[in-house]
């Protein structure tokens, strides 16, 4: 656990500030329809409403800032969190560490798996933040804190190209619409039901994804969903056969949910976002910073990287690619009884998966190896792919069986911090921790001691001396947090029920162009 003396330390040594430049961007008036549109709904008594809730556990900013990590409740795709050539994308991603960098804080993406309630994740502890164009609702607002909007959205029926005749709410009569249980969706067309509008209502699955109900519309399977306009202006690019139909809400505010007893972090949060935008519901405007303005092109405004950005997505979601190195590391991997999953989180701290890296203390290549410490001692042969990743793992392989009395967590911790430092540091950071009377198998003791390692009053009594202690805390949590999410989006990938999107997407010839 991180405490005064490594904030002490690493603020002294590494004071990174954070800037960007803020502009303003006006949104054109939105014209209204005469009929009613609701933005926010009274809670409606219905069985199809489950309100059951984890209880929150008591958990607040200064607890995470004295942990290192923030954790992002978020999902797979897009405009939420994705992986590119291995490595941390997404408009929400980026959107959010920023906010961490700006605390010093180290990010760790929870991936949503099909059947997770994010309230719950938030509620458990799990996580800390949900973002993930979480839409605020009447019901949402009351089982979290939502943080001051950073979006707002439409959200619209979505029908197929042969229903453009539907161009009103009330010609909505005999058409069933589908959209997922608990959703954001789910709740506006109730609310528009109790309004006297006429539709039939399918409930489908929350295990369903938003993509797959609107390919489904494409298809024919379902006659109508819903989708706000800004994800749907990323499925468009793929997706063809469907369209915006009539505006069900208007200017939905999209924020952040934080646990309802985290007032601290809702108040930095709330910094954040609002120094990020504005609305003004009189003149129907928004103000968005030059940043926020410059993701939102990024991710949402770019047809291009759309395309590239879901062709990385379906080489994870349906081949199981993670990583450019995949076919190199997994049977070296398997063949050492190590996850592979595990050295690729390794590489990315390492190099981002550049095979000619180089750093200042000679370590080079994939897995950063110092030549001199290497059984390859040819700098050149260390620059090949498969050389570089099989001394890699080489050393990981050696530094878990030295460490395979530990329990797991331990037993990881320690062989990063390791592979990082060097068993050198570690034996006189674990010698330090014995004579502070404390647990020399405990990570978070371990840590201390390497930190200590950075004061002349320690390090001149150890055999190895000066170790740079914030550096190697710092990777362990990064490669660690890292470790967890491709873990998570392996979950994923693995889960069913998307072979039917990717045929539809297929028949429409939209992969493999």
């Given at each position: 656990m991180k405490n005064f003396y490594y904030h002490l330390i690493r603020n002294l040594a590494a004071l990174t500030v954070v800037t960007f430049i803020i502009a303003p961007a006006n949104i054109d008036i939105i014209e209204v329809k005469e009929y009613e549109i609701i933005t926010e709904v009274d809670p409606i008594p219905d069985n199809s409403l489950n309100l059951s809730l984890t209880e929150a556990v008591d958990l607040d900013f200064q607890e995470i800032l004295d942990r290192g990590t923030i954790r992002m409740i978020t999902n797979y795709n897009i405009g939420s969190y994705f992986l590119r050539g291995g490595l941390d994308r997404g408009f929400e991603y980026e959107f959010f560490s920023t906010f961490a960098r700006q605390h010093d804080l180290t990010v760790e993406v929870i991936v949503l798996q099909p059947d997770d309630n994010p309230v719950d994740v938030l509620n458990s502890g799990e996580g800390d933040i949900i973002a993930a164009n979480f839409i605020k609702t009447s019901m949402r607002d009351e089982q979290v804190s939502f943080s001051e909007p950073y979006n707002m959205?439409?959200?619209?029926?979505?029908?197929?190209?042969?229903?453009?005749?539907?161009?009103?709410?009330?010609?909505?009569?005999?058409?069933?619409?589908?959209?997922?249980?608990?959703?954001?969706?789910?709740?506006?067309?109730?609310?528009?039901?109790?309004?006297?509008?006429?539709?039939?209502?399918?409930?489908?699955?929350?295990?369903?994804?938003?993509?797959?109900?609107?390919?489904?519309?494409?298809?024919?399977?379902?006659?109508?969903?819903?989708?706000?306009?800004?994800?749907?202006?990323?499925?468009?690019?793929?997706?063809?056969?469907?369209?915006?139909?009539?505006?069900?809400?208007?200017?939905?505010?999209?924020?952040?949910?934080?646990?309802?007893?985290?007032?601290?972090?809702?108040?930095?949060?709330?910094?954040?976002?609002?120094?990020?935008?504005?609305?003004?519901?009189?003149?129907?405007?928004?103000?968005?910073?030059?940043?926020?303005?410059?993701?939102?092109?990024?991710?949402?405004?770019?047809?291009?990287?759309?395309?590239?950005?879901?062709?990385?997505?379906?080489?994870?979601?349906?081949?199981?690619?993670m990583s450019p190195y995949d076919q190199l590391i997994r049977?070296?991997?398997?063949?050492?009884?190590?996850?592979?999953?595990?050295?690729?989180?390794?590489?990315?701290?390492?190099?981002?998966?550049?095979?000619?890296?180089?750093?200042?203390?000679?370590?080079?290549?994939?897995?950063?190896i110092i030549p001199r410490f290497s059984q390859i001692s040819d700098k050149s042969g260390l620059m090949d792919p498969k050389t570089n990743i099989g001394e890699g793992m080489r050393y990981i392989t050696n530094h878990l069986n030295h460490y395979s009395y530990l329990d797991t967590e331990n037993q990881l911790a320690l062989t990063l911090a390791t592979y990082n430092a060097g068993m050198g540091h570690l034996a006189d950071a674990r010698r330090l921790t014995i004579d502070s009377n404390k647990d020399p198998n405990n990570w978070g003791d371990v840590s201390e001691a390497l930190l200590k390692l950075m004061d002349r009053k320690y390090y001149n009594n150890a055999r190895y001396g000066f170790c740079r202690g914030t550096e190697t805390v710092d990777y362990v949590e990064k490669v660690t947090a890292r470790y967890k999410t491709y873990q998570a989006i392996s979950q994923l990938a693995n889960s069913t029920g998307k072979e039917d999107v990717e045929e539809t997407i297929l028949a429409m010839g939209k992969i493999g162009k």
């Open positions: 959205i439409n959200q619209h029926i979505i029908l197929p190209d042969e229903r453009y005749d539907i161009t009103e709410l009330d010609e909505l009569e005999n058409i069933t619409i589908s959209v997922r249980r608990n959703s954001a969706h789910h709740e506006t067309l109730l609310g528009l039901k109790k309004q006297g509008y006429s539709f039939d209502l399918d409930l489908v699955s929350e295990t369903i994804e938003k993509e797959a109900l609107i390919v489904g519309v494409a298809e024919g399977r379902y006659q109508a969903t819903v989708s706000d306009d800004h994800q749907f202006n990323i499925l468009k690019t793929y997706v063809t056969g469907v369209h915006l139909g009539p505006k069900i809400s208007n200017n939905d505010p999209v924020g952040w949910g934080v646990r309802h007893n985290a007032s601290q972090l809702k108040k930095e949060v709330d910094k954040y976002t609002y120094g990020n935008f504005k609305h003004d519901p009189k003149q129907n405007k928004n103000w968005k910073s030059g940043y926020l303005t410059l993701l939102q092109d990024r991710y949402f405004n770019n047809p291009k990287l759309i395309e590239q950005n879901r062709r990385d997505i379906h080489k994870l979601m349906y081949h199981g690619v049977p070296v991997a398997d063949d050492a009884g190590v996850d592979w999953k595990l050295a690729i989180a390794v590489m990315a701290q390492e190099s981002s998966f550049r095979p000619g890296a180089v750093s200042i203390a000679g370590a080079v290549g994939l897995m950063q």
